[in-house]
């Protein structure tokens, strides 16, 4: 198996989840998805490393290398760094 399974959570901070569908590539199955695998944070998914990257790549059942396609990380990283805000004025032009 490929690279390493990134840090999980047994539940959502504070009992609520950030809104993973912000991030381009994620529907409600890849969200759903991410929470039985203990990922429910924008911070969570922009500290992962290519080891982490290449794990969820290869463990998200029907939805292989997508987090790598659709650039998971650089997404939640500007959602981290610079807000929700800025992140959507970049993503109408994929600015990521």
């Known amino acids: ?3 390493s ?3 999980a959570l047994a539940a959502a901070r504070d009992g609520a989840a950030d809104n993973l569908q912000e ?3 994620i529907g409600p199955a890849l ?10 944070h924008f911070d969570q998914i922009a500290a992962w490393g290519p080891a982490e990257i290449a794990w969820m790549d290869g ?8 987090v790598s396609r659709d650039k998971w990380v ?7 760094e610079a807000g929700l ?12």
């Not at 463990?59 to 997508?66: A, H, I, Y």
Request: proline share 2%; with cysteine; aromatic share 8%.
């Open 1 to 3: 198996e490929a690279g």
């Open 5 to 7: 399974k990134p840090a």
């Open 23 to 25: 991030l381009e590539g």
């Open 31 to 40: 969200a759903k998805l991410c929470h039985e695998l203990g990922i429910f």
């Open 59 to 66: 463990n998200l059942k029907g939805f292989r290398g997508r």
């Open 74 to 80: 650089a997404q939640a990283k500007i959602i981290v």
């Open 85 to 96: 805000e800025e992140f959507r004025r970049r993503a109408k032009t994929n600015d990521y």
